[in-house]
């Protein structure tokens, strides 16, 4: 058991690689194995990986905000084009 718990152990920095990739793409099954045991044990991760959580959603926000809005030019600035153009 012993040699299992040291396969399985990873240090704070790689944990918060995994994390960091787990956000963009899939883990493994051994990497999200390894990620929980850490968190589970390592208070300071457990904080970090909320945090990341916490900005990866307000970060999503903003982008769905932005692909709602639409830019467009108002009568006034369209005008002031034509007769730039002409």
Same mark, same amino acid.
């Given at each position: ?44 991760? @457990? ?6 959580? $916490?900005? *990866? +959603?307000?970060?999503e926000k &903003? #982008?769905? @905000?932005?692909e709602k809005?639409?830019?467009? $030019?108002? *009568? +006034?600035?369209?005008?002031? &084009? #034509?007769?730039?153009?002409?």
């Open positions: 058991m012993n040699f299992l718990m040291k396969m399985a152990m990873i240090s704070c920095k790689q944990a918060a690689l995994l994390g960091s990739k787990g956000s963009f793409n899939a883990l493994n099954f051994i990497e999200r194995i390894k990620l929980k045991m850490h968190v589970k044990i390592c208070t300071t991760c @457990q904080d970090y990986a909320e945090d990341s959580k $916490l900005i *990866d +959603e307000a970060i &903003i #982008l769905q @905000q932005r809005q639409q830019l467009s $030019l108002t *009568d +006034e600035q369209k005008a002031r &084009i #034509l007769e730039v153009l002409k």
